[in-house]
């Protein structure tokens, strides 16, 4: 697996789409870290909801050092309560996500109430789910400031959901990567991310983006590119320009983005494969 791909793809196996059960992802997860992607793969991302239901009971041996991400649905303030029921199930939290706000919401409230959590997890990494909406860059300040403090919090948004306006233009989400950029400021990104190319959805009619061209992109962004160009490689839909810029960072270490969440391992690997990303058998 080249370094460059190393942890691009957390396991979100239980969430929309895929909605898997949670004993089957457990399973499905083990046989993603036994396997030769392995270090494809990000940890398996569980709801606090089905952490507090205690779902998690008898699926998983206290000795065999399970590791997940806590994705923070039940609300800010329920996330340490959630974090108290892993130990005994032999279970640890990698990192926690969570909205700190909902679309058209100030997201500072949330934010400072997010950041007090994270100063008490400095083991943990923190991801911000910040709307791409009103308050977006004052909030990627913020979170900006809290990092060079040396709290372990970056930025996450999202990129895809049940809605068009849950879909970034190239232009808003090229912006978003190069703000963060500037704020030196690392960012996770979730739904929507199905497939490497941008392509558009026969079902939904909605157009996603890539994560091939999120790659590129971001890479273009470290490396100086502004605004438009960054939005160009986020709008090819043609693969050779994108794999081009891919490939030719593949023994480096991935820059700024931390990584998304997929519902489905199989899927990105397979894209991957058909690139020419990446060598080896699969199966589902």
């Known amino acids: 697996m080249p370094r460059l791909l190393a942890g691009l793809v957390d396991d979100a196996a239980v969430f929309p789409p895929g909605s898997a059960t949670l004993p089957d992802a457990v399973t499905a997860h083990r046989r993603h870290r036994a396997a030769w992607y392995a270090d494809l793969v990000g940890p398996l991302l569980l709801p606090a909801s089905a952490i507090a239901a205690g779902e998690l009971s008898g699926l998983v041996d206290p ?4 590791v997940i991400g806590l994705i923070g649905d039940t609300g800010i303030d329920r996330l340490p309560t959630a974090l108290s029921l892993l130990p005994p199930h032999g279970v640890t939290a990698r990192q926690v996500e969570v909205a700190v706000a909902k679309r058209g919401e100030d997201p500072q ?3 400072t109430e997010l950041v007090k959590l994270a100063e008490q997890w400095r083991d943990i990494q923190v991801y911000a789910e910040i709307p791409l909406t009103f308050g977006l860059m004052g909030g990627l300040d913020t979170v900006a400031e809290a990092r060079a403090g040396g709290l372990p919090i970056a930025a996450k948004f999202r990129t895809g959901g049940l809605a068009a306006e849950l879909f970034p233009t190239p232009v808003e ?5 190069c703000a963060c950029r500037d704020r030196e400021l690392p960012f996770k ?14 079902e939904t009619g909605f157009t ?3 994560f091939a061209n999120v790659l590129a992109a971001t890479l273009a962004a470290t490396e100086g590119a ?3 160009a960054v939005a160009e490689l986020l709008a090819a839909t043609d693969p050779v320009r994108v794999v081009e810029r ?3 960072h593949r023994d480096a270490e991935r820059p700024l983005w931390a990584g998304y969440g ?7 690997l397979t894209d991957l494969a058909r690139l020419g990303l990446v060598n080896g058998g699969f199966e589902k």
């Not at 000795?63 to 399970?66: D, I, L, R, S, V």
Request: net charge negative; charged share 15%; hydrophobic share 45%.
């Open 173 to 177: 989400l090229a912006a978003v990567i």
């Open 109 to 111: 409230p949330g934010l």
């Open 63 to 66: 000795a065999e050092g399970f």
């Open 262 to 268: 997929s519902c489905s391992i199989s899927d990105p």
């Open 208 to 210: 996603h983006h890539g």
């Open 226 to 228: 502004e605004v438009a």
């Open 246 to 248: 891919v490939r030719a």
């Open 189 to 202: 990104l979730t739904a929507g991310l199905h497939h490497a190319i941008r392509h558009r959805d026969p």
